[in-house]
């Protein structure tokens, strides 16, 4: 009888091809995505080694960091900083040189690595996936062991020979019970979560979510809590497959189908974490307790219930915590103990593979039906097909008539290697990951929320308790 | 990949402590292809090599003649500080060098490094600032740098042993990057994909995205 294991240890142990003496593991990896984003150095010194890609068929290049999300009906000529056009090239040129499939920028599927991976089924549980991407416990949602890879010589050496070395993670069980507050949201789920263990919390650990609240997520909810592990420093985040994750990929295009899937769903459900099973470190937490979190400094951790205010350095007793939070305030130019409410904001973005999913832009349209918005901002679809799903819900009218962009598919604002910024010194309610100093553009100012909440901002101006509207 | 045993070589002085990445490798050149005969070498220091209108700044240590076939770095501390940029460890073989050699150096850069087959070795301050004297007084002055004894030669003759870490040491003298040392392996992940594939048939491959 062999004893309980996690889902991590499952699926970890099943992907072990050798155990070196060094303490690394040699893992197989069975599907790798690939972003343009640095990527090119892989490919550049393959090409200088005179090496091939191995299983170029368990490889997909989605083309979604550069990629503008306007114009491109002009295509590559509507892309007007020389620099972008030339990196959104050479991953046409790199995919096609290494024949790796390629959904492009012209492709009917394109859109965000991270979205459109599951939607098209490829995410199954099981399975091990990696990407040069830091967001990729993503696919965890899925019972993947997804994993981040650096873009040149991780990539490099994946393509090469479709393994990775790494070394074991410790396991880590985040339990969330009960069910949610009003208006609380998946990213609100997360956000809490950071704020509790910090940006540091989870590092060296393989994080699995559980409890009654993460299994009443509808699995966009579950790719938004998965895709922040990285943001509490853990690099794989997964979620325990079931009836939610099997009925989310029925039928997608790369799910198997007829007897193998009977075989799948056999197989899948084993997978879960046995009873009994144990873990290098538990959390619980109560998720009756949670409230709509927005950000107010330039770290993850560094946010807030919307009814708190921010913090005041000098009643912190930390040296170090009180020297960071007065940077972050000096950066951030807010003062101590302001009302979260009073922070008057200059621009709004929902997208990015955190909150682009079509649950996430029906979220934001429901608060923004029938309203105005007082700041600019965009909408950017996770994928195409989201964005057409949403334009078959009408809820593309719902943007355009509320005064916002309706834009194609990217990693766009998020981190801004499109060319698509936050000025500096602008205030950005925005529905992304990440927080830093000039993330979304040199002295850019940038306040994380759900997107229900970024609409509610969007509509006063200011941050907003998104309750205050919805209840009206 | 070339095997590094011992080499005999020009070495150049570069006493500029917390020379990071972006210095290494600008920004700018990050987006362009890397080519054989396109490669990074130009880049490498290049705001510190060359003035605004892109002539060599003359009294740059690296830019003299007697340099000019340097393989050798001897640099400051922290060298290699700054974000992981990959590309920064090809702009150094690229320009030419085979070895590094200061008081300290960031550690993602250090492994980049040795993972493109140059060594990276680290001795204490005042040997570097020892070197460094003697490779003024004498420009264009050879070193020597015996990895299988682990010992650097200065100009002068004193010998310094360092540390390296037997893989890292074995991997630079058989001239083999990680992916030369998983081919080894090449058998158990042939086996590995016949056995994964027979137990689950159904994983997707891509070749209809």
Redesign the interface.
Known sequence: MTAPRTLFEKIWSEHV??TSP?GEE?L?V??NLINEG?S??AF??L??EG?TSH?P????AVTDHYLPTINRDRGTAGMPNP?IR??VE?MDENAAEFQL???GWS?R?QGIAHVIGPE???S?P??LITCNDSHTATHGACGVLGMPI????QL??VV????V?MKRPKTFRISIDGSLPEAVTAKDIILSVINSIGVGGATGYAVEYSGSTVRSLSMEGRFTVCNMSIEAGARIGMIGPDDTTYQFLSGR??A?TGS??D??LA?WRMLPSDNGATFDRELTFDSTTFAPMVSWGISPEDCAPITGVVPDPSSIADLERRRHIERALAYMKLKPSMRLEEVAIDRVFIGSCTNSRIEDLRGAARVLKGRKVSVPGMVSPGSSAVKRQAEAEGLDRIFVDAGLEWRDSGCSMCNGSNGELVAPGERCASTTNRNFEGRQGRGALTHIMSPPMVAAAAVNGRITDVRQLTQE | MQPFTVLTAVAAPLPIAKIDTGMILPGRFMRRHRRPDHDYGEAFLYYLRFDEKGQPRPDFPINQPAYKDAKILVTDSDFGCGSSREGAAFAVMDFGLKALVGPSFADIFQGNCIQNGIPVITLPEAAIHDMWRQLRAKPGAEMTIDLPSQVVVAPNGARHSFDISPLRKERLIRGIDDIDVTLEYRAAIDRFEIKRKALLPWLPSAHRP
């Open positions: 091809v050798v060094q040699l197989y069975d599907f640095q090119f150095l550049d010194q090409r200088m090496r299983r068929q368990q490889h997909l620099e030339r990196v050479m499939p390629h959904i492709h599927d098209l089924g490829i199954q099981g399975m650096g873009g040149g010589n490099r050496h090469a020979t479709q393994t070395w295009r790369h198997p193998d899937w075989r799948a197989y």
